[in-house]
């Protein structure tokens, strides 16, 4: 038995053998020669300890062995070498079959797993044995293989693994020998440590980079294996077999989708397998792109509107309201026509920004577009060089014109967020939008689609925000819409539609925002709107609704911007208003409604713009808005008030406009009105008041406009008053014309009899 000194040396020879016949591998390889009869020895020459047999002359066939071992090894030439063969051949009958390398070949022998392949086709390994190891490829297919830093500290770590094997089991070829170098101390001991340190460095960094490889071999697969005509043939195919353009459209190069084929076809830099999972998804997008470019884009949309919008009511001397431009809606020609997106947009630039857009960059980095993120990255790593499952397509205002292709939605089933919103798409929106069962975001807001809304849109299970304002769609609201209860937004405004509100949209019980105005819409407000307690921002303003304001609406307790201005609504104004108690936008001018005012308003805290305008209200200025400190805007003119200005108005130190001329007021001006520090409009003119305007109104330095002609006021206006016109007064109208004027005034900008 050889002691510890003994066995450590002879270790070491070994070690040098091996190192020897690895060089002499290679050398062979290089130049052309068999190996040297003792380079192939374990041992070597150097004998050192227990006898060995010196294996024989390399025979002929050495330099194929060489080759094979050193690059060309295979998953039989790995199995070798775990027996310890070392020549990367698995012997000739294992398993009693036999396996032949030239009929199985499998790059990776020892050199191309330390340093990688070497520069060559790597598909090309089956002929290598005929080709010399120096000789780069000339096949056109050739790509130069450089593996990345990620892929080569695994194979060094892998192939330190394959060394410590080897050289474990060369010197543990006896059972014996194995148990006292594991067991007892020394050089034996520290291989199996290192041995088992290794292994726990590659095992989970083989696992990620295999999961790498395949992902990038999955991404980067080239196409360029098949002939242009087998290629055009299984895309083709492809696109055709699942449902996502007509055969008929493919076979003609001037539409969008031939275009868009021959470009993923022939011209496409990043030269996709043809099997490859989202191909056809990059071609919808290519599609997509066509058809908003070229003479796509100046096609002329002609839009048919059997009706037209009524002119709007002239509002002489009122100043734009808060959030109400108050401008008369866009007439139509007498035949309902009108033309859009004509050669009126020729010559203009198409697409702001279209960064990456038909390059070699995978389609998950084009601009608005993201994907599905990659297994390992973060949820939010949407927007990288990849192709992959599109989840979300953003045009917002990059000046896009033309049509919307279905293809986008056919071949992109999980896309879940799409915003077209602010450009310049026309035509009808493609159904196959509804069936995007991931949709949650739907955008086409200002831009020139027509047509109606899809019914089968009230299918699509998830969505939560539709906005289609501000386009030319007509025909009535689905009659299922009380289905969509995960919305939570709804935009339809500053379109044609007709018809009434399904009574079903009390359904929608999460619903937050719902504008639906400036359309066509008739009939009465359905008492269902009581249900929908989450609501905050209700706008019906600027249709044809009729009849009166249902009680229910006292139970949208969350409520906090209601509009049905603009309409044909008629009977007094619900005492239930009092209950929305987070109110802070009340917009009910332009109707008929009649009585007088509630007095329950004096309890929303939180009112900061009344308009009630317009009507056939009646009665006086209840005395609880004193308690309404937060109210800035006051519009109760063009009305039937009969009564006085509260002294509570001094209360309102917020008050920025007060507007109740033209009505029946009758009483004084109160002086209280001076603690109005934020008042900057005045206009209490064309009713019955008395007395004089009283001094205390030259406190309020911010005033711009004072009316008060067309009362039965009368005696001076002071002095301290006409100072405001060197500070921000610039209109004061009083009754101070004719030879006996009602009103002294030595200032006034305009006089009135």
């Keep these: 038995m050889l002691n510890t000194f003994e066995k450590t040396k002879a270790h070491e020879a070994r070690r040098a053998a ?15 020669r068999t190996a040297p009869a003792g380079a192939g020895s374990p041992d070597g020459s150097t004998g050192g300890g227990a006898a060995r047999r010196r294996s024989p002359p390399a025979p002929a066939g050495s330099l194929e062995t060489a080759r094979r071992f050193l690059w060309d090894e295979g998953e039989g030439g790995e ?5 310890g063969t070392g020549t990367g051949m698995t012997p000739a009958n294992k398993g009693g079959d036999s396996y ?3 009929s199985n070949p499998q790059p990776g022998g020892f050199m191309s797993k330390l340093f990688g392949p ?5 598909n090309a390994a089956a002929s290598m044995k005929n080709v010399n190891l120096n000789e780069p490829s000339t096949s056109a297919a050739s790509k130069e293989y450089r593996p990345s830093i990620f892929t080569s500290c695994y194979i060094f770590f892998r192939n330190l693994l394959l060394t410590c094997a080897l050289s474990i089991g060369q010197c ?10 594991a067991l007892g101390g020394g050089r034996g001991k520290k291989l199996c440590i290192a041995l088992i340190v290794i292994l726990l460095v590659c095992i989970p960094v083989t696992i990620w980079t295999q999961v790498r490889d395949d992902e990038s071999e999955s991404t980067s697969r080239s196409g360029s294996d098949l002939s242009p005509a087998d290629r055009l043939e299984e895309i083709r195919g492809r696109i055709v077999d699942e449902g996502i353009s007509d055969l008929a459209l493919l076979n003609d190069p001037s539409s969008p989708q031939g275009m868009a084929l021959d470009w993923i076809v022939n011209k496409d830099p990043a030269d996709l397998d043809t099997n490859h999972a989202y191909i056809t998804q990059r071609y919808a997008l290519a599609v997509f792109y066509f058809s908003t470019h070229g003479d796509n884009m100046f096609q002329t949309a002609v839009i048919n509107i059997t009706e037209t919008i009524p002119p709007a009511e002239a509002d002489t001397g009122d100043a734009t309201r808060i959030g109400d431009e108050d401008t008369a809606p866009m007439q139509l020609p007498a035949d309902g026509e009108v033309e859009v997106v004509g050669d009126d947009l020729a010559g203009q630039d198409n697409w702001m920004d279209e960064t990456g857009w038909m390059t070699e960059q995978g389609h998950c980095a084009w601009y608005g577009i993201e994907c599905h993120h990659r297994p390992g990255t973060s949820v939010y790593n949407t927007h990288y060089d990849g192709n992959h499952g599109v989840i979300l397509v953003n045009m917002t205002e990059n000046n896009v014109r033309g049509s919307v292709p279905s293809e986008v939605f056919k071949a992109c089933p999980d896309i879940r967020w799409i915003s077209l919103a602010g450009n310049g798409f026309f035509g009808t929106l493609p159904t196959e939008v509804t069936k995007l069962n991931e949709l949650r975001y739907l955008s086409l807001a200002n831009n020139f689609f027509t047509g109606t809304l899809p019914p089968a849109i009230t299918t699509v299970p998830d969505l939560n925000r539709l906005y289609m304002d501000g386009n030319f769609f007509k025909g009535h609201l689905p009659a299922n819409i009380g289905n969509m209860t995960n919305l939570l937004s709804l935009s339809i405004f500053d379109n044609y539609f007709t018809g009434t509100i399904p009574r079903n949209i009390g359904n929608l019980n999460n619903l937050t925002a719902l504008y639906i105005d400036i359309n066509h819409l008739t009939g009465t407000l359905p008492t269902t709107l009581g249900r929908l307690t989450e609501m905050v921002d209700f706008r019906l303003r600027h249709n044809r609704f009729e009849g009166s304001i249902p009680t229910e609406i006292g139970l949208m307790e969350k409520m906090e911007i209601l509009y049905l201005d603009r309409n044909d609504l008629t009977g007094t104004i619900p005492t239930q208003m009092g209950l929305v108690t987070r109110l802070t936008e009340l917009h009910l001018y332009r109707n008929k409604l009649v009585g007088a005012i509630p007095t329950e308003f004096g309890a929303l805290p939180d009112l900061t713009s009344l308009y009630l305008d317009n009507n056939h209200l009646s009665g006086d200025i209840p005395t609880e808005f004193g308690r309404l400190n937060d109210l800035e805007q006051v519009y109760l003119h063009k009305n039937r008030l009969n009564g006085t200005i509260p002294t509570e108005i001094g209360q309102m130190e917020e008050l920025r406009n007060f507007r109740v001329y033209t009505n029946g007021m009758v009483g004084t001006l109160p002086s209280e009105i001076g603690n109005c520090y934020n008042l900057q409009h005045v206009y209490v003119h064309d009713n019955l008041m008395e007395g004089t305007i009283p001094e205390q109104v030259a406190e309020l330095s911010k005033l711009q406009n004072l009316r008060t002609y067309w ?10 008053i006409c100072d405001l016109l060197e500070l921000q007064l610039t209109e004061l109208k009083t009754d101070c014309a004719g030879d006996e004027p009602k009103v002294e005034c030595s200032c006034c900008t305009v006089c009135f009899t």
């Design 18 to 32: 091996i190192q020897r016949q690895m060089e002499a591998m290679e050398a062979a390889a290089s130049t052309g």
């Design 100 to 102: 032949s390398y030239k």
């Design 118 to 122: 070497s520069t060559r086709n790597i």
């Design 172 to 181: 543990c070829s006896k059972s014996r020998e194995c148990v006292e170098m």
């Design 711 to 720: 009362n039965r006021m009368d005696g001076e206006v002071p002095e301290a």
């Design 79 to 83: 199995e070798a070498a775990a027996a």
